[in-house]
Each structure stands twice: as C-alpha cells, then as structure tokens.
C-alpha cells in the first residue's frame, strides 16, 4: 500500500498498489510519501501495540500531542487482507482499536502526524 499527499491541500491518499498511479489533486500529480521508521525514534510517535487474540490496539506514542495544530490524524493497520483506517479526532487519545478476521495477521502499522508525517511500524 501506498500513501500521497498533495502539497497544496494537505489531502491524504491510500492507494492499495505500490503507488505506480496518477493522482491528481488540485490541478497537479500528488506524489508517494516514504513513511518514517517509528521504531527509530525515542517515544513520540513509535506504537504500543497490544494484540489479544483478534483484538489490537495501538498507540501512538508515550503522550503525543492530540490538538489542533499537532495530532495524529489517523493510524492505519496493513494486515494479510487488505488495510484497516480509523480517523483520529483532536483533543482525543492517539490510540485506535481494530478487530482481525481469523487467519489475519498484521503486516505494517502506519500514523500520521499533522506536524511530523507518516510513520510506519517497519
Ligand atoms: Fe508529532
């Protein structure tokens, strides 16, 4: 899978392909955004991911800033099926929970930041 963004709007684009498209958004090609490594970093955006039988749950960071002008906007979980997406409202936890089908394993966690971009979990 693969993650755009327009420079111009700010606007976030999944592709499920490797990201060979052409997407357009406001009049220009949007290009591939590399993701981070989370694990790099000290604490501010690596995930706690806690796993209970079909259930997982993931948090971004020890205490990630979640206001208006610094949150995580979304996480992602890639999975052996396909990809999982929860939106991430302001003044709430950068934490989102999500269900596995039997059989579905996690491939890649991703989160965006409004200030530091795109992670991912490898
Ligand atoms: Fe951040």
């Not at 963004?5 to 052409?22: A, E, R, V």
Request: glycine share 6%; net charge negative.
């Amino acid at each position: 899978m693969t993650f755009h963004t327009c420079l111009k709007c700010n606007q976030i684009y999944i592709t499920p392909d490797d990201g060979d498209s052409n997407l357009m958004c406001c009049g220009q090609n949007v290009e591939p955004v590399m993701a981070l490594n989370s694990s790099d970093e000290d604490s501010d955006h690596k995930f706690l991911i806690r796993k209970t039988g079909n259930f997982v749950t993931i948090t971004v960071g020890l205490n990630h800033p979640m206001v208006d002008v610094h949150h995580i906007k979304f996480i992602c979980l890639e999975t052996t099926r396909g990809f999982q997406y929860q939106a991430l409202p302001s003044h709430q936890e950068a934490k989102a929970s999500f269900i596995l089908a039997l059989g579905e394993d996690i491939v890649n966690v991703y989160s965006y930041c409004s200030i530091h971009g795109l992670w991912g979990l490898k």
